[in-house]
């Protein structure tokens, strides 16, 4: 997601936890502030981490840990919305919309879509190349054949 590069770990984390407060407190949110509000409003089980503060900043998820990193899950879903906000890869939209009709649930269907986008994410990562967006979209119209 351009709009968080040139951003460390905690500085990523501080915007979520500046969001939470911010939504929490009923004041005025920035666009991107209320994306990531409702993202983490559909995330009531990581509220509790992030109203920790500091801890919040400072915990490491790593795959030997055996938890979730929290940060990571809610960051995919905020570059998933963006994926489909703006059809791109083209025909991302259409997929979502067909899995969110069939699982009756936007959000179930997010998820869905989460696991192809971690996965494309994480070879493009470990190969040193950008994802593959034609693999991507033959991996979620996959979803949809299940």
């Known amino acids: 997601m351009p709009v968080f590069s040139g951003q460390d770990r905690e500085q990523l984390r501080q915007m979520y936890l500046n969001a939470w407060r911010k939504y929490t407190a009923r004041q005025p949110l920035e666009p991107l502030e209320a994306q990531i509000a409702a993202v983490i409003a559909e995330h009531p089980e ?21 938890r979730e990193n929290p940060f990571l899950h809610m960051g995919l879903h905020l570059a998933l919305r963006e994926q489909v906000a703006t059809d791109r890869p083209a025909g991302i939209a259409r997929i979502h919309r067909a899995l969110a009709q069939r699982l009756v649930n936007p959000h179930g269907a997010e998820h869905t879509m989460l696991e192809v986008l971690a996965e494309v994410l994480w070879e493009g990562q ?3 190349r950008a994802p593959d967006e034609q693999r991507y979209l033959e991996r979620l119209r996959a979803l949809l054949a299940r």
Do not use: C, I, M, Q
Not at 54 to 66: E, M, Q
């Open 46 to 66: 990581h509220v509790p981490l992030l109203e920790s503060g500091p801890d919040a900043l400072a915990a490491d998820y790593t795959p030997d840990g055996g």
């Open 126 to 128: 470990h190969s040193g």
